[in-house]
């Protein structure tokens, strides 16, 4: 994108389209899911002595995250997915743009990145606990913790239509050309998006040149050290676009037209707990399935069991509450 590296004057600036505004939110968004089951992946191998890991996993997104955008905010003047569309921040100053962001800018932005979807995402789990809870009629019967429990399901879902409609509108004065922000977490910083201008690199032919001559630096190696590690990145992150891609396209295939597995031999240690949950070693109240383990219990049971321990109480596989289905059965 040479052709559009150019340089910033008054208001004169290249807009980005819309599509790859959309486009980059959509990769910022795969990325936790991404760590996350790489993270999990990991943690199989061992599940006995790692699976305490996993109870933090929000919080390791949380600190990898922090590094990671720190270092294109740094380096670029942009996030990591914004870096990938070849995109860059600029301050807007009275209607006229700046290259660069301010150091108190850089640190908002970087705020603003990390710590928007982490308090979302914790909002939106402690939200769909508190909603199965009142579904089950489990939870607390204080007044004050029944009215702080809908104070949260709807704050929440207020919330979503509030964000939502604000980024829409932000969007309809970004297509019409009646505003410079594309986003609404843009405009509280007075912060828009345009194209970055195109970054010189060590060619193969001028790293050869320098050991031949002996003038290969530290800063040479550190340099390219840092272009192995972040082009990675971004083919892992082509990668996860590509997957997302591949998904949505076959997400409506007829299941029926693919050949029925055979069911799966039942083990001998599941055949003590028909008809019983594994816990009380009674008949269920409120079927739930553990869906990484299979094994069906009460709802009360279970829930307690995975809050405290974090594992499978059959199999000892590492769970968590999302792991968590209800069967409604007759």
């Not at 890991?53 to 997104?61: F, N, P, R, S, T």
């Not at 720190?70 to 995109?87: G, H, K, N, P, Q």
């Not at 019983?276 to 990484?292: E, G």
Request: hydrophobic share 40%; with cysteine.
């Amino acid at each position: 994108m040479a052709e559009k590296g150019a340089h910033l004057t008054g208001t004169a600036y290249i807009r980005p389209s819309i599509f790859e505004i959309i486009a980059q939110e959509s990769l910022a968004s795969t990325l936790e899911p991404a760590f996350k089951r790489i993270l999990s992946f990991f943690v199989s191998f061992n599940p006995e002595r790692y699976r305490y890991i996993l109870q933090w996993v929000d919080e390791g997104y949380l600190i990898f995250n922090v590094f990671l955008q720190r270092y294109y905010l740094r380096r670029y003047s942009a996030s990591f997915s914004e870096t990938f569309y070849d995109l860059k921040r600029v301050t807007v100053v009275n209607n006229e743009l700046k290259e660069t962001l301010s150091h108190k800018q850089q640190i908002l932005s970087l705020i603003f990145i990390v710590t928007f979807p982490y308090l979302k995402n914790k909002l939106a789990q402690l939200s769909l606990r508190y909603k199965l809870e009142e579904i089950d009629d489990c939870g607390s019967r204080e007044r004050r913790q029944k009215f702080f429990r809908k104070c949260v399901i709807k704050g929440y879902s207020a919330f979503c239509i509030t964000y939502e409609t604000l980024v829409l509108y932000n969007y309809i004065l970004y297509i019409s050309e009646k505003s410079m922000y594309p986003l609404p977490l843009l405009r509280l910083l007075s912060v828009t998006l345009t194209y970055a201008d195109p970054q010189s690199a060590l060619t193969i032919a001028e790293l050869l040149r320098k050991i031949k001559y002996n003038s290969f630096t530290v800063s040479d190696g550190w340099n390219i050290f840092q272009r192995i590690v972040t082009g990675s990145l971004e083919l892992g992150a082509f990668f996860l676009q590509f997957l997302s891609w591949w998904s949505q396209e076959n997400y409506n295939m007829n299941i029926m037209s693919l050949p029925a597995p055979s069911p799966p031999k039942v083990p001998n240690v599941a055949q003590q707990y028909k008809g019983i949950c594994p816990l009380c070693r009674k008949p269920h109240r409120i079927h739930t399935v553990l869906m990484i383990s299979g094994y069906v219990f009460c709802y009360q049971c279970i829930l307690s069991e995975i809050r405290t321990k974090k594992k499978c109480p059959v199999t000892h596989y590492p769970a968590k509450e999302d792991d968590l289905i209800r069967l409604y059965i007759e």
